[in-house]
């Protein structure tokens, strides 16, 4: 998978940016099995063993999930793809594929009369969707915790998954509107260093625990609304690429094998809206092996690699 080369012929970046961070993070589990990839795991898996170069739109199990989404979409059009929101491809996506990877079923309640209420719910294959708040908006970097607090607490209600599955995907809102009603993106950067907190409900309370989860890779989109272009990026285990070059990421492009990173750009930061997420608990983080390489090389890397200082951030 780190050597994947995706074409896009047609506005697929948003596919391929998700199917890569799907795919990533799912393998980034110690309990991985056939049913994390569900319905399509047996075509999932010739697609990664196939050809180096591959096009989604030339595999029968995509095209299965256009048709899917044509049917509930009266506005989108299988035989002609735009740019699409890459949230609403997961969810159709995921009706299909019937992953036991993924619950992503929540609760918004309420305690009135000493008894709790249900006010809304979500859907077990749609992304959450988290929000800044007028404080977290103006700040220059936040982290996921802080987002997930304002989903948890809004209103006097509470809100909450009703389960820890083993992966999570989460969407974040970056428009935000002001006093006036104006509508603007927000460009906070997301930091991905450190492990995130989600809400879990425990019983039929408003008690929450809190349920520690890792960002295995990010999706970000630059450009405006139905235009742009979608990059993904997919976290390693600290590893050693070109002798003495330290990658603790790998940065996806259309085209391209993904390339091995120190940290996630300032730019995706600013930009990112979709984020994967795995159970701490249960991660398994895979280092970066360049083809056809030596088991003595592998461990002369792993010597450099404890003596090297951490690299400053890069704009």
């Not at 059009?77 to 079923?105: C, H, K, Y």
């Not at 996630?264 to 360049?290: A, C, E, G, H, Y």
């Amino acid at each position: 998978l780190a050597h994947l080369t995706l074409a896009n012929p047609s506005n697929l970046c948003f596919a391929n940016a998700t199917v890569l961070s799907m795919m990533w993070s799912t393998l980034s589990t110690n309990t991985w099995t056939e049913t994390y990839w569900g319905t399509q795991c047996r075509e999932l898996l010739i697609l990664l063993h196939g050809q180096d170069c591959a096009t989604l739109t030339d595999q029968a199990w995509f095209q299965q999930i256009m048709r899917c989404w044509g049917e509930r979409d009266p506005l989108f059009d299988p035989g002609n793809i735009m740019q699409q929101d890459a949230a609403e491809f997961v969810a159709t996506w995921f009706s299909i594929l019937q992953s036991t990877a993924f619950d992503i079923r929540w609760e918004k309640r309420l305690e009135s009369h000493q008894m709790v209420q249900i006010l809304d719910t979500g859907s077990m294959y749609s992304p959450i969707c988290l929000k800044f708040d007028a404080t977290l908006a103006q700040l220059p970097i936040c982290d996921l915790t802080q987002l997930w607090q304002v989903w948890n607490d809004v209103d006097g209600m509470r809100t909450g998954m009703t389960t820890a599955p083993p992966c999570l995907c989460v969407q974040v809102d970056r428009c935000i509107m002001d006093g006036l009603n104006q509508v603007s993106k927000c460009e906070c950067k997301i930091q991905t260093d450190d492990p995130c907190l989600v809400p879990v409900f425990s019983a039929d309370t408003l008690q929450c625990v809190k349920v520690e989860y890792h960002v295995q890779a990010v999706t970000a989109h630059l450009g405006a609304d139905q235009a742009g272009h979608i990059r993904a990026a997919l976290r390693l285990a600290p590893s050693i690429v070109q002798e003495i070059h330290p990658a603790n990421w790998l940065l996806t492009e259309d085209w391209q094998q993904p390339t091995a990173v120190w940290d996630i750009p300032n730019w995706m930061k600013r930009n990112s809206t979709m984020f994967w997420l795995v159970r701490s608990d249960l991660l398994q983080l895979w280092r970066f092996r360049p083809h056809h390489v030596e088991t003595a090389d592998l461990a002369m890397r792993d010597q450099i690699l404890a003596m090297l200082p951490l690299p400053a951030e890069t704009p």
